[in-house]
Nanobody, 121 residues
Framework: QVQLVESGGGLVQPGGSLRLSCAAS????????MRWYRQAPGKQRELVAD???????TYADSVKGRFTISRDNAKNTVYLQMNNLKFEDTAVYYC???????????????WGQGTQVTVSS
């Protein structure tokens, strides 16, 4: 049973920083792309950033220059460093990944449970 567990969310003032982590566990053979999404109240879930297994990254325009996605393949973990946070970054942040398990080598998509990030003064 694969699990994605996020951590690192919380309350921060505008201009502050947070670092999110998402660790995948279970009988994992390989992990391909890893992503961070977010969903603000009343809005659709949006892709914030993604990173390939080889380390190539893409970002939403709204976070470019402020957020950095990275991963540690040995730990099956993806990170999101968020700097210069703004009110509009307030949302539930979700980890998402494509991976293959030993029990079934088909590529499957998994979601974490989400972690709340609130930017408030």
């Amino acid at each position: 049973q694969v699990q994605l567990v996020e951590s690192g969310g919380g309350l921060v003032q505008p201009g502050g920083s947070l670092r999110l982590s998402c660790a995948a566990s279970g009988s994992i053979f390989s992990i391909e792309a890893m992503r961070w999404y977010r969903q603000a109240p009343g809005k659709q879930r949006e892709l914030v950033a993604d990173i390939s297994r080889g380390g190539s990254t893409t970002y939403a325009d709204s976070v470019k220059g402020r957020f950095t996605i990275s991963r540690d393949n040995a730990k099956n973990t993806v990170y999101l460093q968020m700097n210069n946070l703004k009110f509009e970054d307030t949302a539930v942040y979700y980890c998402n990944t494509d991976l293959r398990e030993y029990i079934n080598f088909s590529l499957r998509n998994y979601w974490g449970q989400g972690t709340q990030v609130t930017v408030s003064s």
